[in-house]
């Protein structure tokens, strides 16, 4: 079955920076778009980063545009997300996810997330 497993989050200090691991499986991942979303305590999930199938087109929410990075890599059916410069407001429990032509691979399926904590 579908599995997303996330994997380098952590503590840091504002101005740092981390990258985040997603291994998928269970679906033919060069198919899919993938996604980086969080999830800020009291907050609802939002979408942070999308990557197309192929890794030729990539999108940011405004609020991470030009500190964070979204890639793949088919070979190894895993994504990341490379973050710099981190905020305060970027705390959150980090999730990735797959989608194609609108449709999750795994409708209402969530891995268990990783935590990134941004604090001095």
């Known amino acids: 079955q579908v599995q997303f497993v996330e994997s380098g989050g952590g503590l840091v200090q504002p101005g740092g920076s981390l990258r985040l691991s997603c291994a998928a499986s269970?679906?033919?991942?060069?198919?899919?778009?993938m996604s980086w979303y969080r999830q800020a305590p009291g907050k609802e999930r939002e979408l942070v980063a999308t990557i197309t199938s192929t890794g030729g087109s990539t999108n940011y929410a405004d609020s991470v545009k030009d500190r964070f990075t979204i890639s793949r890599t088919n070979v190894k059916k895993t994504v990341y997300l490379q973050m710099n410069s981190l905020k305060p407001e970027d705390t959150g429990v980090y999730y990735c996810n797959a989608e194609r032509f609108g449709v999750r691979a795994a409708p209402g399926y969530w891995g268990q997330g990783t935590q990134v904590t941004v604090s001095s």
């Open positions: 269970g679906f033919t991942f060069s198919s899919y778009a």
